[in-house]
């Protein structure tokens, strides 16, 4: 699919199927990452088949072939993840480096990471801009403290950054976080992923502890994506009838996005995981809820908004801050494209107030994606409640979910270029 956009429709409004999801990006981010720095002791399974893991893996073999008098270019592109981790890893492994990304890559902070990585000795400078990519990294670390504090409310990434390494540096790492943690399910993934492969740590109230130790080895398989499970929720939730089966999913997951259980509760959808998989099923909207947090499952918050808007539910949003400093403002971008069937989002400080009152049913409307591919995996399922939806850069989908069109049209969805 090379179409700068598609037509999606589906003429019957319901579905019924079995659709297999990729790997979880987020596990198998941090999978690659943990199996490169346990020198061969830890092996992956079900590596996700998205771009940004893609990437990565590519941007790690680069780098354990980097030469020690070269300087090494590693350019990750638009893949946000492989910016952060590739940050600290980078610094662990013999090499001069220069990394960097697309132009919007360039203009996403990265110096409360590097600070903290500064603060233990790593040996980092900016190429252009402080404060933000493409950064020069002399590989070979000397670490000098053992402990430091970072910003909780930030990006989660930047400290699962800093774990992954930790139990590599001669003296371990302390990690004080400042004030309250934002996706604490993310951190606490890394943390448990860790444990997985034999590293002990400690976590007390607002300090992470990780001592120098080795790694065991073990085998780390990767559960299916939750991100990628959210937009059939809202396929169903957008149904006239609707259920789909989903493989593989676990009931007691370490993705933080298993929230979209809960959540989608309120907007007509039912889960429950059978022998064969997570069922998803069409129920009657009956909550009354009205208050949202996704302070700890923002990745959810464009799928949900949208959803919300079509179903003509005036709910509130929190916990959104982290949405306008990812692959575009995300904020922005939701309020723009929801203002094309008549829905608004308005911000009150920290609260958003979805108003849903002039919503109405377009023959057809074309959504732009703003190079985000959860604008356009959040946009489609409107083709379950409008006749024709026109999305702008399909392509988009493949940084997380490149199987995502075809499943669709698996699924009973038209989609014409």
């Known amino acids: 699919m090379t179409a700068e956009s598609i037509v999606v429709k589906h003429p019957s409004k319901n579905i019924k199927g079995t659709v297999q999801l990729t790997g979880s990006k987020s596990e198998s981010n941090r999978a690659l990452i943990i199996q490169a ?3 061969g002791l830890v092996k992956v399974e079900n590596l996700s088949e998205a771009a940004d893991t893609v ?10 072939n980097a030469s020690s008098s070269n300087e ?13 981790f590739l940050t600290s890893y980078l610094n662990l492994i013999k090499g001069n480096f220069i990394l ?32 933000f990519p493409p950064l020069k990294i002399e590989g070979g670390m000397i670490q000098g403290k053992e402990k430091i504090s970072i910003q ?72 299916p ?8 929720y809202a396929i169903v939730a957008l149904s006239e009838n609707g259920h789909i089966v989903l493989p593989g999913l676990k009931e007691h997951s370490l993705q933080g996005d298993m929230a979209i259980v809960e959540i989608m509760s309120h907007f007509g959808v039912s889960s429950s995981f059978e022998q064969d998989g997570l ?106 409640v409008f006749p024709e939806v026109i999305i702008e850069e399909p392509m988009v989908v493949e940084k997380s979910y490149p199987e995502f069109w075809k499943h669709l049209k698996a699924q009973g969805f038209e989609i014409n270029d």
């Open 37 to 39: 720095l346990s020198k």
């Open 279 to 384: 069922h998803l099923r069409k129920t009657t909207l009956d909550s009354e809820k009205t208050y949202f947090d996704f302070k700890e499952c923002p990745d959810l918050a464009q799928t949900v908004v949208v959803v919300a808007a079509a179903l003509k539910k005036d709910v509130t949003f929190t916990g959104l801050e982290t949405l306008k400093i990812k692959e575009t403002d995300r904020i922005l971008a939701l309020q723009t494209e929801i203002a094309k069937f008549g829905a608004q989002l308005e911000e009150d400080q920290q609260d958003y107030h979805l108003k849903t009152s002039a919503v109405f049913t377009p023959e057809t409307v074309t959504f732009g994606t703003y190079e985000d591919h959860r604008m356009a995996m959040a946009f489609a399922p409107l083709a379950m």
């Open 72 to 84: 090494t270019l590693i350019d990750i592109g638009p893949a946000g993840t492989a910016m952060r």
């Open 55 to 64: 990437t990565l893996n590519a941007a790690l073999t680069l780098a354990s």
């Open 152 to 223: 909780g409310n930030v990006s989660s990434q930047y400290i699962s950054s800093l774990l992954l390494i930790a139990a590599n540096l001669k003296k371990g790492l302390t990690i004080d976080i400042q004030g309250e943690l934002t996706s604490r399910p993310y951190v606490t993934m890394t943390l448990e992923m860790l444990k997985e492969c034999g590293i002990d740590y400690s976590f007390t109230e607002n300090q992470i502890h990780i001592a120098k130790q080795d790694y065991q080895e073990t085998t780390i398989y990767v559960e």
């Open 225 to 232: 994506d939750w991100s990628a499970a959210s937009y059939w």
């Open 100 to 131: 960097t990304g697309t132009e919007r890559m360039q203009l996403r902070p990265i110096g409360i990471l590097v600070d903290a990585l500064k603060d233990l000795g790593a040996d980092i400078h900016y190429q252009k801009k402080s404060g």
